[in-house]
């Protein structure tokens, strides 16, 4: 079966680190750029932070810039977030989302991450 | 990159037509025709719904359809049906080459 399976939420203090991860499988992950997208509570869908399909080049909404790191193992057919300096404001589900030809044609079920004291 | 702006709800009966818009600027929309829409379900994963403004993917009802005039573009559901109750968010790629997501609209059957 074609899926993203996210893990990895859960409770984290302000100023906290976490590192959440989506394992691919039903399809050749590496030839995929990936990304996460997150939604707040009752909130819209935000773009997060892509990846190409090597690794070798990524992105990051201004929000999480130099807090956040996405990287991948397409030995492991996984991809990853690392979340540093985590806010209240970073509260979220977060997705991973497979892009084929600009578009995300398969999505995670989200793992939610909880930034309180 | 601020949001792509979306009216928050659009309500209609079963069997009638909806559309609602998706408004950008020409960093996003106006310029790139790598549009998509999604719907999402209490509780569920984003599901795609249209891509590159007015293409459907395969298993999608053709009861959807897209278009795009200017910086503006827009979600037809026609022969509305109560499993259309949803909320619906539309994307864009931009000239960061990064990706926007629309503010999103809550889709409500009468």
């Known amino acids: 079966e074609v899926q993203l399976v996210e893990s990895g939420g859960g409770l984290v203090q302000p100023g906290g680190s976490l590192r959440v991860s989506c394992a691919a499988s039903?399809?050749?992950?590496?030839?995929?750029?990936m990304h996460w997208v997150r939604q707040a509570p009752g909130k819209g869908l935000v773009w997060v932070s892509r990846i190409s399909s090597d690794g070798s080049r990524t992105l990051y909404a201004d929000s999480v810039k130099g807090r956040f790191t996405i990287s991948r193992d397409n030995a492991k057919d996984t991809l990853y977030l690392q979340m540093n300096s985590l806010r209240a404001e970073d509260t979220a589900v977060y997705y991973c989302?497979?892009?084929?030809?600009?578009?995300?044609?398969?999505w995670g079920q989200g793992t939610l991450v909880t930034v309180s004291s | 990159q601020s949001a792509l702006t979306q009216p928050a709800s659009v309500s209609g009966s079963p069997g009638q037509s909806i559309t609602f818009s998706c408004t950008g600027t020409s960093s996003d929309i106006g310029t790139y025709n790598y549009v998509s829409w999604y719907q999402q379900r209490p509780g569920k994963a984003p599901k795609l719904m249209i891509y590159?403004?007015?293409n459907r993917p395969s298993g999608v009802s053709n009861r959807f359809s897209g278009s795009k005039s200017g910086n503006t573009a827009s979600l037809t559901i026609s022969g509305l049906q109560a499993e259309d109750e949803a909320d619906y968010y539309c994307t864009s790629y931009t000239s960061t080459t990064s990706y926007v997501f629309g503010t999103g609209t809550r889709v409500t059957v009468l």
């Open positions: 039903g399809f050749t992950f590496r030839n995929y750029w």
């Open positions: 590159d403004v007015s």
């Open positions: 989302a497979r892009e084929t030809a600009a578009r995300f044609d398969l």
